[in-house]
């Protein structure tokens, strides 16, 4: 979620899944593929659109074409007079739908990000599902000890020794 704090410029929102699978380990990050998006502006009411990724295409109800950063400003800013301030905000988030593509947003978390410069931005990456932590692969690691060793001394009690 980004929200322009120091201007009231626009609101947006995307949100993207990943295939749901198996890990060992937690997963510090995704690449999306696809990404629903919900923006408002000043003059509009809340719009939707589909972000493809990594072929960074979009499709709305009315329009679908390549998603590019004029695309975004034009989601977010409509038309705005002060273009040279306003790009600095469309490129911070246009970053974001980047670093979705390729893997690089910031790591899952329960809290919120919070991003001051260029724009002052408020991320929630969220890892939602079941994960297993590193604790349970310790006391899954001591069990099997144990059961090993007692094991062992139950047979060589029962075999005489």
Known sequence: MFDSFEEPL???HF???SSPGWYLRQ???FSYTRLEVEWADESSGRQH???TLPAFT???DTARG???QDVLAGWLLGTVTNRIRASQHVDTVFGYFQAAADG????PRHHSYYVEQPSRVRIQHFLLGYGVGSTVYIWLAVWLFLVVII???ILRRSHGG
């Open 49 to 51: 659109a589909t972000v």
């Open 15 to 17: 949100k993207g899944r």
């Open 58 to 60: 979009y499709r709305t």
């Open 10 to 12: 626009y609101w947006l």
């Open 104 to 107: 690089s947003l910031p790591r």
């Open 151 to 153: 094991g062992r001394k």
């Open 27 to 29: 997963p510090t990050n």
């Open 66 to 68: 390549a998603f590019t």
